[in-house]
């Protein structure tokens, strides 16, 4: 007995890790279905060692379906999602349409599993932005112990993060620097992504700041604790998967880098590797395919009186889109809902 499970932009970068994690973690299932737009009818991705032929989302009825998990953007999200809510199916949805809907849920489990208890207001439970999914798993242990005050973060952001189109266009730019005939110019991004990066990820707000910026801090602290303070910049590297962070975090007490780094071994979801010598922290290619949040470089910021800097990175596409999905139904299932 398992749950009717519906995967919406299947033919996606976050849709696909979705089929794979639902399929490792062997998520109960009694039937999957695979959805994305009528350009992809047909086409097949896989499940496990199946293959599911995809189907159009136009008409597609979800009564009779457990949860659907969404990944295709927020102005196909807006349409398609309140369809599948009020036709009794709950969403669990990658995009930022309903993250600062305050009747709906904003999930990063291991920070905040009991949030997911609220579903039922909307049947819709929100997913993080993927540079902020990271960033709380390792602020919520060390937020525990010494209660944070202030956080400064540096991304690192692949090109996945900006969806397949993003991931070609370094692809193709970078073969073209060996072939000045074939010259490709910025779509996706602003500038030229390849052998480049760009300090710039969603559209400027009056302040100067970007909106991937302002989603930092807002999700922060609607995740973990609104008195936190944020300040981000996002950068886009010419990197294929894995975001990476500079954090710098201003505590109330004192903590010490060991016992940071104690706490954060300790920590669900998180795998410290931290040895101070050539090669001995984590970098975004080697974090791909993991589920983990990786942390290196721990170290007091002696600049202030309660200050710990460290790095941060993980698969944006599994910690910060698809695998929290498979998690936020995983503890939906443990709390609230009935299989079968
Ligand atoms: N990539 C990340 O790191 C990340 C992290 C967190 C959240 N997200 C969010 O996850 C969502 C998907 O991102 P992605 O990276 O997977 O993008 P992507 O690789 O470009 O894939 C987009 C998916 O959405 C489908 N789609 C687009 N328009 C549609 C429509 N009108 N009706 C039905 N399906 C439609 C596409 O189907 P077709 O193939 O048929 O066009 C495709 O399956 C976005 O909301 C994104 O903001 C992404």
């Not at 309140?82 to 809907?101: E, F, H, K, M, T």
């Not at 305050?102 to 949030?115: C, F, H, S, Y």
């Not at 990066?197 to 302002?214: A, M, Q």
């Not at 590297?237 to 894995?242: E, H, N, S």
Request: hydrophobic share 40%.
């Amino acid at each position: 007995m398992g749950y009717k499970v519906v995967v919406a932009g299947a033919t996606g970068n976050v849709g696909r890790e979705m089929l794979n994690i639902l399929a490792e973690r062997q998520f109960p299932t009694d039937e999957v279905v695979a959805l994305a737009s009528r350009r992809s009818l047909g086409t097949e991705v896989s499940y496990g060692d199946k293959t599911l032929k995809t189907k159009d989302i136009e008409g597609f009825d979800f009564s009779g379906y457990d949860i659907a998990l969404f990944a295709i953007g927020s102005e196909a999200t807006k349409k398609y999602a309140p369809i599948a809510a009020s036709q009794g199916c709950v969403v669990i949805d990658n995009s930022s349409l309903y993250r600062y809907d305050p009747e709906i849920p904003l999930v990063v489990p291991e920070v905040n599993p009991e949030a997911v208890e609220q579903y039922g207001k909307k049947n819709i439970i929100a997913n993080p932005n993927c540079s902020t999914a990271q960033l709380v798993v390792a602020l919520k242990p060390l937020h525990d112990r010494a209660r944070i005050k202030r956080v400064v973060v540096s991304t690192y952001q692949s090109v996945s993060g900006a969806g397949k189109e993003g991931m070609d266009e370094l692809w193709e730019q970078t073969k073209a620097v060996y072939n000045p005939t074939a010259e490709v110019p910025p779509k996706k991004f602003t500038k030229e992504i390849a052998f480049n990066v760009i300090p710039h990820i969603d559209v400027f707000l009056d302040d100067g700041s970007t909106k991937e910026e302002w989603k930092m801090t807002a999700e922060t602290k609607k995740i973990l604790d609104p008195s936190i303070k944020l300040t981000a910049t996002c950068v886009r590297v010419p990197v294929f998967v894995g975001h990476s962070e500079a954090v710098n975090i201003e505590f109330e007490e004192f903590l010490d880098e060991d016992e940071a780094r104690d706490i954060l071994r300790e920590a669900p979801g998180i795998m410290v590797v931290d040895k101070r010598e050539a090669g001995g922290y984590i970098s975004p290619k080697e974090c791909v395919g993991d589920y983990a949040t990786f942390i290196s470089r721990i170290r007091q910021d002696s600049t202030i009186e309660n200050g710990i800097n460290l790095w941060c990175v993980s698969d944006n596409l599994r910690k910060g889109a698809a695998l929290n999905a498979v998690q936020i139904a995983e503890t939906l299932g443990n709390r609230c809902l009935k299989k079968g």
